[in-house]
C-alpha cells in the first residue's frame, strides 16, 4: 500500500507570496492532519480535516488555512508568507478522526527567503 | 503549560547497548492516548506504538519495549541491544481533550536525538 505522499518535497518563496501544499492520503484513509517542524518550536499541530470539514485547528494565524477534497486529498496554503514560516510541513493520515495512528508523508521543506 | 517533557536532548550510546528514552506528560483527561514516532535523517516520521490511558500493561515487539506508568505520568521506551540503524529523533506524543484540545491533536514533545556508534 503506497504511503502518504506531499507535493512538492522543496519549496522556496519569497516573503509575501503565498503558497500551496499538497497531500495525498493513505488510500482508504479520511482523516488528514498537518504539522510545522521548526528547530525553535519543535512539532506543532496546524489543523485536522475529516470529510471535508475541519475538526481540529490549532495556534496559527489566519493566514494558514487548508482544505480537504471529497477523495480525502488535502492541501494547505499559507498567505503572505513571512520568514518565520520557514519549516518542514508534515502531512499524516489516519483512518478515522480520533486519536488512532497517524502515518506522516516525507513532508515538505519551505524556504522563504 | 507543556503537554509533553522529553529531558532528554540527546544520547549517545555504542552498539549493543541498552538505552532508555524518557517521556513525561500532563493531563487532567482520563481517557487519553500516548505514541511514540521514530524521525530518521530522511525526515519521515514512523509510527510506533499507541497507547491509551486504561491499559497500563507494558508491550514489547522485538528489541523495543515501552514502560507506562500513570502514578507517575511517564510513557518511557527502551532500545535493548540498539543498533547503529537505531539512530534517530525519537518523539512521545499525547492526544486528549484536555483544556480546549480534542482528540486527533498530537501534542510532541520535543525529542531526543539518539546516536548509536558501531
Known amino acids: 500500500k503506497a504511503g502518504v505522499t506531499q507535493t512538492p518535497r522543496y519549496l522556496i518563496k519569497t516573503r509575501g507570496q503565498q503558497v500551496t501544499l499538497s497531500c495525498s492520503p493513505i488510500?482508504?484513509?479520511?482523516?488528514v492532519s498537518w504539522y510545522q517542524q521548526t528547530p525553535g518550536q519543535g512539532l506543532q499541530f496546524l489543523f485536522e480535516y475529516f470529510s471535508e470539514t475541519q475538526r481540529n485547528k490549532g495556534n496559527f494565524p489566519g493566514r494558514f488555512s487548508g482544505r480537504q477534497f471529497s477523495n480525502s486529498r488535502s492541501e494547505m496554503n499559507v498567505s503572505t508568507l513571512e520568514l518565520g514560516d520557514s519549516a518542514l510541513y508534515l502531512c499524516?493520515?489516519?483512518?478515522?478522526?480520533?486519536?488512532?495512528?497517524?502515518?506522516f508523508g516525507p513532508g515538505t521543506r519551505l524556504t522563504v527567503t | 503549560a507543556q503537554k509533553v517533557t522529553q529531558a532528554q536532548t540527546e544520547i549517545s550510546v555504542v552498539e549493543k547497548e541498552d538505552v532508555t528514552l524518557d517521556c513525561v506528560y500532563e493531563?487532567?483527561?482520563?481517557?487519553?492516548?500516548l505514541f511514540w514516532y521514530k524521525q530518521p535523517p530522511s525526515g519521515e516520521l514512523v509510527f510506533l506504538i499507541r497507547?491509551?490511558?486504561?491499559?497500563?500493561q507494558n508491550e514489547i515487539s522485538g528489541r523495543y519495549s515501552w514502560n507506562f506508568q500513570k502514578s507517575t505520568s511517564s510513557f518511557n521506551f527502551t532500545i535493548t541491544a540498539s543498533q547503529v540503524v537505531d539512530s534517530a529523533v525519537y518523539f512521545c506524543?499525547?492526544?486528549?481533550?484536555?483544556?480546549?484540545?480534542?482528540?486527533?491533536?498530537?501534542?510532541f514533545g520535543r525529542g531526543t536525538q539518539l546516536t548509536v556508534w558501531p
Open positions: 493531563t487532567r483527561d482520563t481517557t487519553y492516548y
Open positions: 497507547r491509551n490511558s486504561f491499559d497500563e
Open positions: 499524516a493520515s489516519s483512518f478515522r478522526q480520533g486519536a488512532y495512528e497517524q502515518y
Open positions: 488510500s482508504g484513509h479520511r482523516s
Open positions: 506524543a499525547l492526544s486528549d481533550n484536555d483544556r480546549g484540545s480534542t482528540l486527533g491533536r498530537l501534542y
